[in-house]
């Protein structure tokens, strides 16, 4: 049972480059979520989705873009990547919303924009 | 999303038990009280979480004050394998999980 997995876990791009991380999860969990957390912070929402096919915008979604075609994976795009946007990226699945629901999270991927 | 607050850090030494608090004042009824913990380079990883009553489980205790509007993480026997940031988070049936800063822990020898 491999939980939550990642991919890449390092990446680096240049200003204007794209790219998709993949969020895979063997929970059958309905709930996921991209996160991202810059150094000494916090973690902040970006998008999360409540189901296949449902997406729906978090704290910070400006320049991401996401997609949930099958329930086990959960995309996060760049389309056109900038400095601010160099970070350590978290997924995250949950079973349901309810409150009584633990979440797990990815190892993470780091991404760094020159 | 009812809010919470952490200290920014605290330290422990070795062996002995930690005490970290978090206010929650404006929690409402059907909020559950979630502790997570994040070790250095990795992602977050569940604690404990509880409604009412104090719960225990293999890594931590949850102490919740009978008005509900603060709560108590208790790890009773801290190792240097547990130097972290605790983030102390309510959850209610809605869709977001919403961080706040959280508490760094130093453990010392």
């Known amino acids: 049972n491999a939980g939550v997995t990642q991919t890449p876990k390092f990446r680096v791009l240049k200003t204007g480059q794209s790219m998709t991380l993949l969020c895979a999860q063997d929970?059958?969990?309905?709930?996921m979520y991209w996160y991202r957390q810059d150094p000494g912070m916090g973690l902040r929402l970006i998008h999360y989705s409540v189901g296949e096919g449902t997406t729906a915008k978090g704290e910070v979604p400006d320049g991401y873009n996401v997609s949930r075609l099958k329930k086990q994976n959960f995309l996060l795009g760049l389309e056109s990547a900038a400095p601010s946007q160099t970070s350590v990226y978290f997924c995250?699945?949950?079973?349901?919303?309810?409150?009584?629901?633990?979440?797990?999270f990815g190892q993470g991927t780091r991404l760094t924009v020159v | 999303d009812a809010k919470t607050t952490q200290p920014n850090s605290m330290e422990s030494n070795e062996e002995e038990p930690v005490h970290l608090p978090c206010n929650h004042s404006?929690?409402?009824?059907?909020?559950?009280i979630h502790w997570y913990r994040q070790l250095p380079s990795q992602g977050p990883e569940y604690v404990i979480h509880?409604?009412?009553s104090n719960v225990n489980n293999r890594m931590a205790s949850l102490a919740i004050a009978e008005d509900r509007k603060s709560s108590t993480l208790i790890l009773h026997r801290a190792t240097l394998r547990d130097a972290a940031v605790y983030y102390c988070i309510l959850r209610d049936a809605g869709n977001m999980l919403t961080f706040g800063g959280g508490t760094r822990l130093m453990v010392k020898p």
């Open positions: 929970m059958n969990h309905e709930y």
């Open positions: 995250a699945s949950t079973l349901w919303a309810g409150g009584y629901t633990e979440a797990f």
């Open positions: 509880g409604l009412t």
């Open positions: 404006t929690i409402s009824g059907t909020d559950y």
